[in-house]
């Protein structure tokens, strides 16, 4: 039941920071819920070395098609942590 709790939470972390990618040149569109986002770049952005600098840094991504980047972080991940993967996201767009 914590677990349940503190991934509500951080989903609510998530949100609040990925609106601020929402006006990015680059950012098309951001979905997802709980602990599940994608953010779907310009078809011309280069997404997979976007995902190899995150790696780079220690982050692990996957990406989907129509050039989404999935952020799928662990149920335990705290606040703190979710805010410095953010922050490497900026650095490396």
Same mark, same amino acid.
């Given at each position: 039941i914590e677990c &349940?709790?503190?991934?509500?939470?951080?989903?609510h972390v998530i949100r609040n920071i990925l609106q601020e990618f929402i006006g990015m040149s680059q950012v098309v569109d951001i979905r997802g +819920?709980? *602990?599940?986002w994608g953010i779907q770049f310009e078809n011309d952005y280069d997404l997979e070395a976007l995902r190899l600098r995150l790696l780079e840094k220690g982050?692990?991504? *996957?990406?989907?098609?129509?050039? +989404? &980047?999935?952020?799928?972080?662990?149920?335990?991940?705290?606040?703190?942590?979710?805010?410095? #993967? #953010?922050?490497? &996201?900026?650095?490396?767009?």
């Amino acid at each position: 039941i914590e677990c &349940l709790s503190k991934s509500r939470a951080n989903s609510h972390v998530i949100r609040n920071i990925l609106q601020e990618f929402i006006g990015m040149s680059q950012v098309v569109d951001i979905r997802g +819920v709980g *602990m599940f986002w994608g953010i779907q770049f310009e078809n011309d952005y280069d997404l997979e070395a976007l995902r190899l600098r995150l790696l780079e840094k220690g982050y692990l991504t *996957m990406t989907a098609r129509n050039n +989404v &980047l999935r952020i799928s972080p662990p149920l335990t991940i705290s606040a703190f942590e979710i805010e410095k #993967f #953010f922050d490497k &996201l900026r650095e490396s767009i």
